[in-house]
């Protein structure tokens, strides 16, 4: 089982949109696929139709052996799996301080190897001690940037702070709500990937069809499976597998 | 989960028409006529590697491919896709592909065994959450109706309440084992395996259900090699094929004479015409390993000879799918089917010698044969004598695995792995041979074509060198093979398995 978060220490770049969006992607090609919401916000709980509840929160969650597998629901989508958001994960930093190591998450995760082919994790807009333990536990950091100025600092401070990880995962960084009308979207896009070669060759434009998923609930690669948009994420996450495979090389 | 329900009384009912039912079934497509494929490679190995793979048709070829484990029948994967999966490239690279490739070894994917049903499938709905799937069948003689249901994680509970009113959720899936059963016992044929024989049992009915069971393996590669997706299916029609010659040779006293001329005709027809390509089909395989046996400056001059191959393996194939499509095929087929069920065609002098009489004679007689023949060889005897020694022993093993439900296993079984030990020096042995004769051969052609390099002929002439020089090697082997095969303690084992049986 590999492991694929998607991060930015930004909010409002299109994690949650791209986490679900990809995962259901990935579960449409056969991946064996978990999406762990571990935003108590429960952005991706709400899209996957599920309740944002984790019985004994997250206390429970990393300290019982069976809690994890306990708390996975079925989505209404063949070969993916929630593991839901709970408003108590805004306490995980004081939960994982308990550990005082950086692991736990990764460990946690190994219990699901059997069960699934790909974990993939939706983090929370921050740089904290869960962020710390996302960064040792995944195989690919996912980077969705907004082409923006101010975004493209936030890459190179997640960037400098890979850097003090030991086994860093692989920095894949792309374009999301990317309006190609706009002379500072289409420069930074264009010009970004000339000094980071790492970045995602697909950007995902800016559509009105991905504020409708928070009506219709569903991913909008189930719900308007031939648009744009949805195209674009089929094409992400073929940029993804490639990139990966070429790293594991 | 994954779990099987029989439906009764209204339950049954709700599920013929496509109405909501109070339990929230939500059908999502009409009750229609299918068949559901067991899909596996001929053999089965994705079932001994603990896969059921189950092909379910939708719209057109399209159809939903559910990767399940063969011992509770639970859903891993399910796989939408356009068309029905008939090698590993068509499916889509998930992890379980990785176990999907090691255990197919490079087969083609058939439909092991199908199932005509009547299917709809379904949502299971609680509180506006689909919490299962549905796949409502009706199927057996009595058409017995009964649901598969593949419960989302979690709403285990929710989704046993739901269906607690419905019908009746069997401990055991009976309608998938019954179908796994079937996949088995069709893959346990198709690999060369026969039907247990009674000691006792006339000669004539053991003779008539190994030839019956030949001629279904012959067949069941029929659809395969024409379609051209798998070299194997050619190899395994020619094996089955052969052994029904040799089985036709051992038991020429069981058959009428003209049965017996017609099935050794029919089966040798078969062989000859299938050779060409089978040689090709052997040479292109392994045309990268013959390819690295050069130096490395010298492998890129080999391409013509692969172009000469394809060429002719373009032409053979269209020969062979002619052949087996024809009606001179079929009336064999037919005509062999009404000769094995007819009375008049076992009327040999043994036709009701006990079957474990005539097994015991013809294989001490051929093992005996092997041991004689094969002490007659010296350094300076003509490699003939190596290749005829290897017909021999083709023909041992042929009779050790016919008769091997008449031995105790643990008998018989080291007799086929020493007989194997020796075949497989001889086979090399006569490979090389071969293979230098057909690298000149090749060559010849290739000259005519003034576009060819002479680097080519060179490198092939390189090679056809190397086969003679391997086959030189492998002859001075041949005695340290064939001495235990032939010793004191082979033949006493051989006397020993002949009494007991």
Avoid at chain 2, 455 to 474: C, F, H, I, S, V
Wanted: charge should be positive; aromatic fraction near 8%.
């Amino acid at each position: 089982m590999y492991v694929f978060a998607f991060y930015n220490l930004k909010g409002g770049v299109g994690k949650t949109t791209t986490a679900v969006n990809i995962t259901h992607v990935a579960s449409l090609m056969g991946t064996r696929s978990l999406i762990w919401d571990l935003d108590p916000q429960g952005a991706s709980t709400f899209y996957f139709g599920r309740k944002a509840k984790v019985k004994g929160g997250v206390e429970r969650l990393m300290t019982k052996d069976d809690a994890l597998q306990k708390a996975i629901k079925g989505t209404d989508y063949p070969n993916l799996d929630l593991l839901p958001a709970d408003f108590s994960y805004r306490h995980f930093d004081d939960v994982l301080e308990e550990f005082k190591s950086n692991k736990q998450l990764g460990k946690l995760s190994k219990s699901l190897r059997k069960d699934y082919d790909v974990l993939f994790l939706d983090c929370p807009p921050s740089l904290s001690h869960l962020s710390e333990n996302v960064m040792r536990a995944a195989d690919v950091l996912i980077m969705p940037m907004l082409p923006t100025t101010l975004s493209l600092r936030t890459y190179e401070q997640v960037s400098d702070f890979l850097e003090e990880v030991k086994k860093p995962p692989l920095l894949l960084p792309f374009f999301s709500m990317v309006d190609r009308r706009k002379t500072t979207h289409r420069s930074v896009v264009d010009a970004f990937p000339k000094d980071h070669a790492n970045t995602l060759p697909t950007a995902i434009p800016y559509s009105s069809i991905l504020e409708k998923m928070g009506i219709t609930r569903a991913p909008v690669t189930a719900t308007v499976p031939k648009s744009t948009v949805s195209v674009a994420y089929h094409s992400l996450w073929q940029d993804i597998q490639d990139a990966f495979t070429r790293a594991k090389r | 989960m994954f779990s099987e329900y029989a439906l009764t009384g209204d339950a049954f009912k709700a599920a013929e028409t496509s109405k909501r039912t109070k339990s929230g079934i939500v059908p999502t497509t009409a009750l229609t006529m299918t068949q559901l494929s067991f899909i596996d490679s001929i053999d089965g190995r994705l079932l001994k590697a603990g896969l059921a793979l189950i092909w379910q048709p939708s719209m057109g070829r399209a159809g939903h491919l559910s990767v399940r484990d063969a011992k509770t029948g639970e859903r891993r994967v399910l796989l939408a896709m356009k068309s029905q999966p008939e090698q590993l490239v068509d499916i889509p690279p998930t992890l379980l592909s990785g176990v999907i490739h090691q255990a197919l070894g490079g087969r083609a994917l058939i439909a092991l065994h199908q199932m005509k049903v009547r299917v709809r499938t379904a949502d299971l709905v609680a509180k506006g959450q689909t919490i299962g799937d549905i796949l409502y069948i009706a199927a057996g003689p009595k058409d017995e109706a009964l649901m598969w249901v593949e419960t989302r994680r979690g709403f285990e509970s929710a989704a046993q309440a739901s269906l607690k009113k419905v019908g009746q959720q069997r401990k055991k899936p009976k309608l998938f084992h019954a179908f796994l059963a079937s996949a088995q016992e069709a893959a346990q044929l198709n690999n060369k395996g026969f039907p247990a024989l009674k000691p006792d049992e006339p000669a004539a009915s053991a003779i008539a259900t190994l030839h019956r069971t030949l001629l279904a393996q012959m067949s069941s590669q029929v659809s395969g090699t024409c379609k051209d997706i798998d070299i194997e299916f050619l190899h395994d029609l020619r094996v089955a094929s052969r052994r029904a010659r040799s089985l036709l040779q051992t038991a020429k006293t069981v058959l009428s004479e003209d049965v017996q001329a017609y099935g050794l005709e029919r089966y040798r027809w078969v062989g000859q015409e299938t050779t060409t390509l089978r040689d090709l089909d052997v040479y292109l395989h392994d045309y990268p390993a013959l390819q690295g046996a050069l130096s490395p400056e010298m492998r890129a001059a080999l391409e013509p000879f692969k172009e000469l191959l394809k060429t002719e393996r373009k032409r053979a194939f269209r020969q062979v799918k002619t052949l087996l499509t024809s009606r001179a095929f079929q009336n064999f087929t037919q005509q062999w089917t009404e000769y094995l069920t007819s009375d008049t065609s076992f009327t040999g002098r043994d036709a009701q010698t006990p079957i474990l009489a005539l097994a015991n004679k013809a294989i001490a007689k051929r093992y005996q044969r092997i041991c004689n023949d094969g002490n007659a060889i010296t350094d300076e005897s003509p490699a003939e004598a190596l290749h005829d020694l290897r017909k021999q022993g083709k023909k041992l093993r042929y009779l050790l695995e016919f008769f091997a439900s008449l031995y105790p296993q643990d008998v018989i079984k080291p007799r086929i792995a020493s007989l194997k030990k020796l075949q497989d020096l001889l086979g090399s042995y006569q490979d090389c041979a071969v293979q230098a004769a057909f690298l000149e051969d090749k060559a010849s052609v290739l000259r005519k074509n003034v576009s060819v390099p002479a680097d080519t002929l060179m490198a092939m002439g390189a090679l056809a060198d190397q086969r003679l020089q391997d086959e030189k090697r492998l002859r001075t082997e041949f005695r340290a093979f064939f001495t235990p095969f032939a010793g004191t303690d082979e033949r006493a084992a051989y006397k020993a398995m002949l009494k007991r049986g």
